[in-house]
C-alpha cells in the first residue's frame, strides 16, 4: 500500500471507529472503589499483628527506621491480600534513569512435590530482589562485567494490585541500588534527599518553640499535561512511533490562535477515556481531582491532590502509564512529548510543592498577615535563598532534549530561573529589607456589577503564568518540568537546596542567640541578610519579554538555554558539595547523573535525525517528486497542443523540491560524521549539527505539504491528527 493510501486509510478509519463500552458500573457509588487495589494502612491494620502494625506505622507516618523483624509479617499479610484479589505474581517495581518503570514478574508459586505447588512470599524476598544493574543507563556505576544491582523495598510508598485482562500482580515500589549502594535510579536520591531537608526544616521549627515537632515531609502535586491523538494517525506517522513528536507538519489554518480551547468542553470520546483513567486511578489510591482540556488543540490535563512527594513521584509514574494503556483501549494514543506538535502549545508537568507535618500543617500557609508569621517568612526564605544559589541546579533538573523545545517559548517559562513572590510576600519582604515588615496588604472584594451575583473576595496579588517558580497562597509551584519526566529529580533538588538554606537559617538563628541577641531580632536580621543576598531571584515581571533576558543577566542570573547548557551545573564544585553534604549524591553519583543526561541528549536527537531522513527520503521526497512529474507532464502536454502554458506551477513545486534534496544531503553528511571520543563533544555535534540540518529538512517538507496534492501527501496532517478525534 502505498504511502498516500495509508494517510487517507487512516482517516476513513478513524471515522468508522467505535468507541468501547464503559467499564464503570452504572451503580457504583462515587468514589467507592477509591484505594481498592493498594494494601494501605487501613487494610495492615486489619491483618497485621498490633506490635507489626504499629512498627510499620511508625516507619510510614513518622519516618522511624523500619524494624528488619516485621518484613515477614507484612509478607505473609501482603501475599494473602494480593492472592485473594486473584494476583498470581510479584513485582518489584523500581525507576530507573531511563525515566520510565521497569518491573520484573515472578510467580508466588514453587514446586512443593508430588505435583502440587505452594504459594510462598517470605519477608526477604519483600525486601530485597535483583536485578540487572548494568542494563538501565549508569553513566559508568555498572558496566557488563560487573552487572549486579539490588531493588529494596521502600515501605513508605504502599503496595498495590494491579490489574490486567491478563492476570493481576502485586507491585511492589522499591528503591535501585548497585553492590556498593549507589543510586541507580529516581527513588533513591529522593528519599536520601527528604530525610535531610526534614531533620534541617525540624530544627527550624525547634528554634520557634515546637519542642518535638513531627517529621517534616516535602509535599508534591504535579499538573500532567497530554496531547490525544486517534491510533490511526500515530501509526501512520514514523516519526511519533520512533520519537513521540512529530518531524514534519505544516500548521494548520486553524491552530490556537481563537484560544478557544482552554477549558473547552471535552470531547465526549476523551471524556470517556478520562471517566476509565480516573476509575482505574482511583483503584490505585491515586487522588485524580482536575481534568480539563488544555490551550492546544488535542492537549488535556489532569492533576491530582497533593501527596507526600515520595508517593506523589510513584503515583505520577503509575498515571502516566495508565493513560497510556488506556489511551489504547479507547483506540487513541497518548503523547508525553514536551511538544509534539510545533507551533502549538507544549506539555508540562508543573510540580506544586510545599513542606509541613501533622503537627504543625502547611510550613507555608501565609495566614491573612503574612507580615507577623515570622515562622512562614523563615520558610519562605529559605526558598528565595534556595531558588538563587542554585538556580542553574534547578535548570539542570528539567533538562532534556524534548524539553528544550518548550522551555524559553511564550508557552512556558524561560530558562532563566527566577520567584515571583506575589504583590503581597514581594512587599512583605521589601519592608523587611528596609528594617522591618508592620503590614501585610489585605484582600479585597470584586463588584461585577450584576445584583443576582455575590461579592467575590480577591487574592493580595496576581499570579505570574511566566514564572519558573512561583508562589501561589500556600504552596509553590515549579513550572519548568517537562510532561515527560518524572517529579523525583525536581523534587530531589528541591529537597536539597532546601536542606542547605534550612541549616544555614537554623545555624544563623543559634549562634545569633547563643551571642545574646534576642529571638525576634535574629529572625529579623537573618530575614533581611537573605533577602539583600537573594532577593536578586525575585522577579514579578512579564518573563517572556526580551527585556527581563537582559535585565536578569545584570542581576547575575543564570541563562541556560539548552541541555548542554544546564547539565555541567551538576558537576560543579557548589552542587557536588551540596549534594555531598546532605548525603543525596556522592561524587560519583553526581558524574554518573551528568554522563547519563549527555547520553540520553545525543541518543534523542541521533533517534529524530535518522527518522527525517529515512521519512523524508522515503515518504515526502517520493511524494513530492511524484507531483512534480504530474506537473511537468500536465505543462508539455498542454505546450505539445500548442496552448500557451504558465510553467511558474512547476518552479514552485521545483524549488522547494531542490532545497529537500540539498537538506537530506547536509543531514546525511551530518549523521556520517564520525562521532566524537568525548560525550559532551558528540552531544554538542547534535545540537549544533544535527538539529539544524533537520530543521533545513522540514522547512523544505513543510513547504511542501502546502503544495503537493493531497491525494499524494504520504503523511498525516496537523490538521487531521489534532481535530479528527
Known sequence: MSGNNVRLQAIKDVEAYVPPAPTFVTDEAPGAIFGENVFSLAVMQKRLP????RSIVATIEHSKPLDPMVAD?????????????????YSHVFYPLTGLTAEKHDSFFEPAG?????????GKTLAQGESDG??????????????????????TSPAYVLDNPNGKTLCIPTVFVSMFGDALDHKTPLLRSQQSMAKHAERVLRLFGHEKPDHVVSYAGAEQEYFLLDRHFFLARPDLLNSGRTLFGAKPPKGQEFDDHYFGAIPERVLGYMMDCERELFKLGIPAKTRHQEVAPGQFELAPMFERANIAADHQQMLMTTLKRLANKHGMECLFHEKPFDGVNGSGKHVNFSIGNSTEGNLLLPGDTPHENAQFLVFCAAIIRAVHKYGGLLRASVAS????????????????????LGDQLADVF?????????????????LIGVDTLPVLPTDPGDRNRTSPFAFTGNRFEFRAPGSLQSIAGPMVTINTIMAEALDYIATELDTSIAAGTEFNVAVQNVLAEIIGNHGAAVFGGNGYSEDWQVEAASRGLPNLRTTLDALPELISEPAMEVFEKYGVFTHREMHSRYEVGLEQYTRSIGVEARSTLEIGTTLVLPAAVRYQTEVALNVGALKAAGIETDTSSLLEVSTPLTALRAALGTLRAALETDPAADPFDEAKHARDALLPAMTGVRTAAD?????????LWPLPTYQEMLYIL
Open 73 to 89: 509479617a507484612v509478607a505473609s499479610a501482603m501475599k494473602d491480600w494480593a492472592m485473594e484479589k486473584g494476583a498470581t505474581h
Open 703 to 711: 513547504q511542501l505539504e502546502g503544495i503537493v496534492a493531497d491525494d
Open 134 to 155: 548494568s542494563s538501565f543507563p549508569s553513566g559508568g556505576l555498572r558496566n557488563t562485567f560487573e552487572a549486579r544491582g539490588y531493588t529494596g523495598w521502600d515501605p
Open 50 to 53: 498490633k506490635l507489626v502494625y
Open 430 to 446: 521589601d519592608q523587611i529589607a528596609k528594617g522591618g515588615a508592620t503590614s501585610s496588604k489585605e484582600k479585597g472584594t470584586l
Open 401 to 420: 532534549a524534548s524539553n528544550d523545545h518548550r522551555l524559553g517559548a511564550n508557552e512556558a517559562p524561560p530558562a532563566i530561573i527566577s520567584i515571583f
Open 114 to 122: 508430588g505435583g502440587l505447588s505452594l504459594a510462598e512470599f517470605a
